[in-house]
């Protein structure tokens, strides 16, 4: 079965600091790869996400992503976070065999203060 | 577009009491997906649709839990007795194309349910 890490839970940034979120799964095949963001008090929406082609993927709001195949690695990054970025990021997997079961990481709860 | 719309927002109700939380997934949308959001468990899936059948559901919990979607437009997740640990968010998203696919779909979620079980 496939599963998805996300090591750090909480991070707490000043505005202009650089962010990078990790994300590893474990799965050894083909995958889609996909980052969620959750603003307090709202729904989940789509950051970016990988299916193929360039490894590095770029989403809404400045944020990036790699995909680094050998390392199971699909890690977030912005430059510069700014105040506005506060929310709950969401690595999730969807091995290409596995059907629709998207797995979710546990989640990172980012703070940026002013 | 309306997005994913589900309801009721919040429900408080006590233990024992039947619980059914209801989504309209945005239209033209072939999946339906149930997520429920705990701060232990993080996002967990319920269940999903295609085309209205029931796909997997290896992720509802036990028998109290059940779901339905009778037309493409509407589906329900039911909760019969509910008991306090099911005091969750529970997420309705919807895609239109498979998340497992080459193109990789994107689900849409609606704003949640939150439920709490005295």
């Known amino acids: 079965a496939q599963s998805v890490s996300q090591h750090n839970h909480h991070v707490i940034l000043s505005e202009a600091a650089s962010l990078e979120l990790g994300c590893n799964y474990s799965?050894?095949?083909?995958?889609?790869l996909f980052w969620y963001v959750q603003y307090p008090g709202q729904h989940l929406q789509l950051l970016l996400k990988?299916?193929?082609?360039?490894?590095l993927v770029k989403g809404i709001k400045g944020f990036e992503a790699e995909f680094i195949k050998s390392k199971f690695s699909f890690n977030l990054r912005k430059p510069s976070v700014q105040w506005s970025d506060t929310a709950e990021y969401f690595c999730?997997?969807?091995?290409?065999?596995?059907?629709?079961?998207?797995?979710f990481g546990g989640g990172t709860r980012l703070m940026v203060k002013p | 577009d309306a997005g994913v719309i589900q309801s009721p927002r919040h429900e408080v109700t006590e233990m024992g009491q039947e619980v059914t939380l209801r989504c309209k997934p945005i239209?033209?949308?072939?999946?339906l997906f149930w997520y429920r959001q705990t701060m232990m468990r993080g996002l967990e899936l319920l269940i999903y649709?295609?085309?209205?059948?029931?796909?997997?559901d290896s992720g509802m919990p036990e028998d109290r839990f059940s779901a339905k979607m009778p037309n493409a437009s509407f589906s329900t997740l039911k909760i019969q007795p509910s008991e306090p640990r099911d005091s969750a968010v529970y997420f309705c998203?919807?895609?239109?194309?498979?998340?497992?696919?080459?193109?990789?779909?994107?689900?849409?979620f609606g704003e949640g349910s939150r439920l709490t079980v005295l």
């Open positions: 998203a919807s895609s239109f194309l498979p998340t497992s696919g080459r193109f990789g779909g994107e689900l849409f």
């Open positions: 799965y050894g095949g083909t995958v889609n």
């Open positions: 990988y299916f193929s082609g360039d490894p």
């Open positions: 999730a997997v969807n091995a290409r065999n596995a059907g629709n079961m998207l797995t």
């Open positions: 239209s033209g949308h072939d999946y």
């Open positions: 649709f295609n085309n209205n059948v029931p796909i997997d």
